[in-house]
């Protein structure tokens, strides 16, 4: 049976919810503060770059399953399912901010005129569901009910991962309110994790902070190989083969970004640091992740010396492949540290680029990854788009002034490169001959 369902926010977690529990059957009011963006919507513009996305929304208007409005009452008139979707930026501590939540919780609260679930969406703290709950009581007689409902959705791959998700995690003090929300979901023929509210609460921080781990291990691992002339990209094969292991989030680069790990993580090591405990582990995570962004510099200080005045050219300015999203990318660490030397910059990103230009000056945009290299004393590849392993390299290089490749992601083979006559430098590729300290 369909539902009545209201999402606030219409970001990545947002719109890729509406839309798929839409396209499930359910009649979805999603509820944005901003006019322009509920006006684009209507038409089928979405306002994020996400693979898939824009063909389900566009479906499910036509279908008139799928609303936008910024008006709370108007979302909330038949809602049995209020999923709060905001964002929760980090705070001056590391805190997570809840501004946003507290906004939107309020606002359900004043429209109110019949029982709702409201379903924690966003991530958040733990303690947030209790800490809804106060608020909405202090504004409401009318019964309501709090889930919380993590999720798991990875940018660039959000459709598929709202179809075909590994686990849907609900916590309650509310058994019937938690089925409630399990019902939407049990067209997707996946496990449901019913649990406690901060428990809940505490799987989704514990989730990313522990693949945010996994890149920070195998990228130490990665300045280990360098050290010792073996291959991070052969060692991570080889652990992976253990079961206990597996492959995933063993790819070492030049560290993780986005609008998850690094808050998340941070948020985390906030609040066990408030708490009495002792986060060493998750510090080290994100000093590792950090320092892993300053070896593109001392890899170029090393083939080319003094960089003052040299051209450098970026491949890739999204924290991630198929996404637009610069929250915390890597290429814009990279890139200030480059400018503080003196180095003129050049980038091309498939996508991004138009939210490139608002967080980076001084910067050339180019066309195509071959006007990139246009007179170049370096390429420095940091996101790993499937057409830069594509790209004629011979071209490349005949296009540089100076043939030096920092592939910042692994993806090409280093003899390969070196044979074509680039001076090559990957992320931990020392193996049989073909360390970084080599030729």
Aim: some cysteine.
């Amino acid at each position: 049976m369909s539902k009545e369902i209201c999402v606030i926010g219409v970001g990545y977690v947002g719109l890729v919810t509406g839309a798929g529990f839409a396209d499930l059957g359910n009649n979805v009011v999603c509820l944005n503060r901003s006019q322009l963006k509920c006006d684009n919507l209507k038409q089928g513009i979405i306002p994020i770059y996400e693979p898939g996305l824009e063909e389900i929304v566009r479906r499910n208007i036509d279908a008139g399953r799928l609303h936008f409005t910024t008006d709370y009452a108007e979302a909330m008139k038949d809602a049995d399912l209020v999923f709060v979707a905001v964002g929760t930026p980090t705070g001056t501590e590391g805190e997570a901010d809840l501004a946003y939540v507290q906004e939107s919780v309020e606002g359900v609260a004043d429209v109110m005129t019949r029982p709702v679930v409201i379903i924690n969406k966003s991530t958040v703290p733990i303690g947030t569901g209790d800490w809804v709950a106060k608020i909405v009581s202090r504004r409401t007689d009318i019964a309501f009910s709090v889930v919380s409902n993590p999720e798991f959705l990875r940018e660039g791959s959000s459709v598929y991962d709202f179809y075909n998700p590994d686990r849907v995690v609900l916590g309650s003090t509310n058994p019937e309110a938690a089925e409630a929300v399990a019902d939407v979901y049990r067209p997707l023929n996946c496990p449901i994790l019913i649990t406690d509210l901060r428990t809940a609460e505490m799987i989704k921080y514990a989730s990313n902070a522990f693949l945010a781990t996994r890149i920070s291990f195998i990228n130490e691992m990665s300045a280990i190989c360098e050290e010792l002339g073996a291959d991070v990209t052969v060692v991570a094969r080889g652990m992976g083969m253990d079961k206990r292991i597996g492959l995933h989030f063993l790819n070492a680069g030049v560290g993780w970004g986005g609008s998850c790990f690094p808050k998340d993580v941070k948020a985390l090591e906030y609040m066990a640091s408030v708490h009495g405990c002792h986060p060493q582990l998750l510090r080290a995570v994100m000093d590792i992740n950090r320092d892993q962004r300053r070896q593109v510099l001392l890899k170029l200080r090393a083939i080319l010396g003094d960089l003052d005045e040299k051209v450098i050219g970026i491949l890739g300015l999204s924290f991630k492949p198929n996404t637009d999203d610069m929250r915390d990318a890597p290429s814009i660490d990279i890139i200030h540290l480059l400018q503080l030397e003196g180095v003129e910059v050049r980038a091309y990103d498939p996508v991004a680029i138009d939210n490139a230009r608002r967080l980076l000056s001084n910067v050339t945009f180019c066309e195509n990854p071959y006007q990139v290299a246009e007179g170049a004393d370096a390429i420095v590849l940091i996101t790993e788009w499937n057409e830069f392993k594509q790209l004629d390299m011979d071209r490349i290089k005949a296009a540089m002034r100076g043939p030096v490749l920092i592939d910042g992601r692994n993806i090409y083979e280093p003899a390969q490169m070196r044979a074509k006559g680039f001076t090559y430098r990957g992320i931990g590729r020392g193996y049989n001959g073909s360390s970084n300290n080599q030729e």
